[in-house]
């Protein structure tokens, strides 16, 4: 309830005097269930705020540095988050796939429960997942610094999507596969978005969606490269959470590769190109 800025005690007091009332109004009338649920409300309302951000939340093998990382970032303190997170790297507890697979993405999922729930405001979330890009930078001199294969993979957002975090993870990986990745963000205009293509002549394309309202979009998108000659033939793959919610989902926007997460994605895309 504080979350939400609401006094519970005002709750109650409203609660105690609207089933007063309606029992000097109704007397025998009222409905013996609409008094049954006043009174269970009265008897609920004082847990809700019984919640703490770690209580319900098990980060599995990594927890105890997934809260520390959180909790710092929570803090707004981006250099002790940092610090965790490369010290562990460093000392060889996990690779930076594990770092991003079973510390950062568990990490922003709980970022949007919490925004959800109204536990944390829209710019702790934002100001966190911000500052989890900005330790996946500091490991760049790491991931580009590997023998190329000669494959070229171009990462993008669905213009309209915001979260590329996901589509980010998956150039680092096959970087370090010793792909040349091209890494475009969001809110690339489709006209722009081809001449690239067609500048770069990549063997694949990742396109990322995580809202639904997007899936569209996105297929107007993998229409439109479809549609050009010169990029007809290039493999295209998607991902992110819209199309985790339904079955062949990605076949009905064009795609030709779908996997559910980005370690699963970069073992398909080994299979494929090897």
């Not at 330790?135 to 760049?140: A, E, F, S």
């Not at 610094?145 to 993870?169: S, T």
């Not at 680092?172 to 792909?179: Q, R």
Request: charged share 25%.
């Amino acid at each position: 309830m504080k979350s939400y800025n609401i006094d519970q005690s005002d709750i109650t007091s409203k609660i105690k005097i609207t089933l007063d009332v309606l029992k000097k109004t109704y007397k025998q009338a009222l409905h013996p269930d609409i008094e049954k649920y006043l009174n269970l409300a009265l008897e609920i309302l004082p847990t809700l705020d019984a919640y703490t951000i770690y209580e319900k939340v098990d980060f599995g093998k990594y927890n105890n540095i997934c809260a520390k990382i959180l909790g710092a970032l929570l803090n707004l303190d981006k250099n002790k988050a940092s610090e965790i997170a490369l010290d562990n790297l460093h000392q060889n507890k996990f690779t930076i796939k594990e770092l991003y697979m079973k510390i950062f993405s568990p990490i922003l999922y709980e970022l949007g429960r919490l925004s959800h729930l109204n536990k944390i405001t829209v710019a702790q979330e934002h100001y966190c997942a911000a500052h989890i890009q900005w330790i996946m930078t500091r490991l760049y001199p790491e991931i580009f610094g590997g023998k190329k294969n000669g494959l070229k993979f171009i990462g993008v957002c669905v213009e309209g999507e915001l979260h590329e975090i996901g589509i980010r993870m998956i150039c680092d990986f096959l970087e370090i596969e010793g792909w040349d990745t091209y890494f475009l963000g969001s809110n690339i205009p489709i006209k722009d978005f081809i001449n690239t293509i067609e500048k770069i002549n990549p063997d694949l394309i990742g396109i990322s969606c995580t809202m639904t309202f997007n899936i569209e979009y996105t297929k107007c998108l993998i229409t439109s490269i479809r549609n050009e000659y010169q990029c007809k033939n290039i493999s295209i793959a998607v991902g992110g959470y819209a199309f985790n919610l339904t079955d062949d989902l990605w076949k009905y926007v064009g795609a030709d590769i779908f996997e559910s997460d980005a370690d699963k994605f970069c073992n398909a895309i080994k299979e494929r190109f090897k």
